[in-house]
């Protein structure tokens, strides 16, 4: 999702800001593309989620087609 203005400030303390200007030194790249890569990076190792998921849905064959629906298979579920 691209925003109209794609300019983002943000308010460094101290020690990221020595952070941003050691590592904009050592990689020779502006405070700019340094943003972006870390923005990139966070995004690769926490990928988004989606829906919850209840563990195992789908996964398991009973070879009953119709194990929830037909109450004569669910006669003394949860009891």
């Given amino acids: 999702m691209l925003s109209v ?4 400030q943000a308010r460094l303390d101290p020690e ?3 952070t ?3 590592l904009v030194a050592r990689l ?3 405070p700019s593309q ?3 890569e870390g923005v990139r990076l966070l995004a690769a190792t926490h990928p988004g989620v989606g829906r919850p ?3 195992g849905i789908g996964e398991f064959a009973s070879g009953v ?3 929830g629906s ?3 298979h669910l006669k003394g579920f949860g009891r």
Avoid: C, M, Q, S
């Fill in 5 to 8: 203005n794609p300019t983002v």
């Fill in 16 to 18: 990221t800001r020595r």
């Fill in 20 to 22: 941003l200007d050691r």
């Fill in 28 to 30: 020779g790249w502006t």
């Fill in 34 to 36: 340094v943003v972006r």
């Fill in 53 to 55: 998921r209840i563990a």
């Fill in 65 to 67: 087609r119709d194990l």
């Fill in 70 to 72: 037909n109450p004569r």
